[in-house]
T-cell receptor, first 114, second 111 residues
């Protein structure tokens, strides 16, 4: 049973370009969470999605950031017109519906904006 | 991928008691972090302790780090029913700041 997959592992973009980060949850998991981690800081929650629904996007910046989790395919975190401050590690976690919703984390995507 | 181990896996205590959760890891770290997760919600960052620190406090939380034993503990004093959640430790390792999460400890605080 493969774990949570994220790709790419490293992504380099110039200012103004778009970044697309992908997350394939574990088999049987229908919940996906996205987190951002700045260097030497803890993870910060961004968004929580179930298939085709955004459940909680309280941690998402209001502009340039969007997330989706379609019926088929991976979850996508999209950052438009990237700026240097977007450079960070972005982690995805998945869980299945359960009392505690244990989350399993992917290896992360490291975004560098030049 | 999950790495590191929290222990115990589940802990049930009465309100007002202290709760201690432990975390062990295997490699050298830059820092270690503790998170809380309420059911159906995202992780909430609690405390970050650096590899050159031994103890850190935040309100009712106390975290210790023993790099010689590769272990950390999270103590919640005077627990409340609202502290019921899963608690995860995560280690920040290597030059690429790779994160490794444990499987978590489920804490239940009974009123």
């Amino acid at each position: 049973n493969a774990g949570v997959m994220q790709n790419p592992r490293h992504l380099v973009r110039r200012r103004g370009q778009e970044a697309r980060l992908r997350c394939s949850p574990m088999k049987g998991h229908s919940h996906v969470y996205w987190y951002r981690q700045l260097p030497e800081e803890g993870l910060k929650f961004m968004v929580y999605l179930q298939k085709e629904n955004i459940i909680d996007e309280s941690g998402m910046p209001k502009e340039r950031f969007s997330a989706e989790f379609p019926k088929e395919g991976p979850s996508i975190l999209r950052i438009q017109q990237v700026v240097r401050g977007d450079s960070a590690a972005y982690f995805c976690a998945s869980s299945r519906k359960s009392q505690f919703n244990e989350q399993f984390f992917g290896p992360g995507t490291r975004l560098t904006v030049l | 991928s999950q790495q590191g181990e929290e222990d115990p896996q589940a802990l049930s205590i009465q309100e007002g008691e202290n709760a201690t959760m432990n975390c062990s890891y295997k490699t050298s770290i830059n820092n270690l972090q503790w998170y809380r997760q309420n059911s159906g919600r995202g992780l909430v960052h609690l405390i970050l302790i650096r590899s050159n620190e031994r103890e850190k406090h935040s309100g009712r939380l106390r975290v210790t780090l023993d790099t010689s034993k590769k272990s950390s503990s999270l103590l919640i004093t005077a627990s409340r029913a609202a502290d019921t959640a899963s608690y995860f430790c995560a280690t920040d390792e290597g030059d690429n700041n790779d994160m490794r999460f444990g499987a978590g400890t489920r804490l239940t605080v009974k009123p």
